[in-house]
């Protein structure tokens, strides 16, 4: 069996994507987790400082969907990339679409938000000294402003934010209606990718009971595994 290590923020959506994907492959693996004033040591694990971050048996993958498509090659059963070139599209298209559109909604119901980000400091500190937790404060209150700024999101109001999310949860819903999984005829990275960014919402955002409201949401989320 090849050694795994599985370099992770417990509340990273692509974190959360990467444990997905490894129970769906039915992978063993150990975790590394980065809490506290530990991020300091994430950091210099890549070029991109960005986690996950997975050991595969000595070779060191960066990247959530680098990580995924690498455990496609090594563990080609149970794909998470479909074969079928209309599907792969598709699963493509969501899975950028998470990571590129989804993941800054996520943060800004969490960084901008005082409550969600009380939430988002007892995982990120868990296990950690308590004066770590103000300096993690700091530090997130730094880093996440100029992102969701760079990125374009940060200008909305928390209520454009949820606006933009309920149109989303609706589109998804109808989608939902009519297909079990998201690309092609099964489960695949899209559905992983969009629940894992829905899945970090419901456990610290104010929008947790709204996205749960949606019936066919919330069921696709339940019967994705993780
Ligand atoms: N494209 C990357 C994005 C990963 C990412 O942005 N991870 C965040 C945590 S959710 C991170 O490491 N942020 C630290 C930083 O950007 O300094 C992936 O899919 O793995």
């Not at 975790?31 to 004033?37: A, D, M, Q, R, T």
């Not at 454009?160 to 149109?167: F, I, K, M, S």
């Not at 960014?197 to 066919?216: C, F, N, P």
Request: glycine fraction near 4%.
């Amino acid at each position: 069996m090849p050694k795994l290590v599985l370099h992770q923020w417990v509340m990273s959506p692509f974190c959360n994507k990467i444990r997905r994907a490894l129970a769906y492959k039915q992978l063993a693996y150990e975790v590394k987790n980065y809490n506290g004033l530990e991020a300091r040591a994430a950091s210099k694990l890549s070029v991109a400082g960005t986690l996950p971050v997975l050991d595969y048996d000595g070779e060191r993958v960066v990247d959530s969907s680098e990580i995924a498509e690498l455990l496609d090659r090594k563990h080609p059963e149970r794909p998470l990339y479909p074969k079928e070139p209309e599907a792969l599209a598709m699963a493509r298209f969501w899975e950028d679409w998470a990571a590129q559109s989804l993941y800054f909604v996520e943060i800004h119901l969490r960084m901008l938000d005082p409550d969600a980000m009380e939430k988002a400091l007892d995982l990120v500190c868990e296990g950690r000294p308590s004066f770590e937790r103000a300096l993690m404060k700091l530090v997130l209150k730094r880093r996440y402003p100029k992102k969701l700024a760079a990125q374009g999101i940060g200008k909305a109001s928390p209520a454009e934010v949820d606006r933009r999310l309920v149109a989303h949860l609706a589109g998804l819903d109808v989608i939902l209606g009519r297909r079990e999984w998201l690309a092609g005829d099964a489960l695949s990275i899209a559905d992983f990718s969009v629940v894992a960014q829905l899945d970090e919402m419901v456990r610290t955002s104010r929008m947790a009971g709204r996205i749960r409201s949606y019936a066919k949401v919330a069921a696709w989320m339940d019967r994705t595994p993780g």
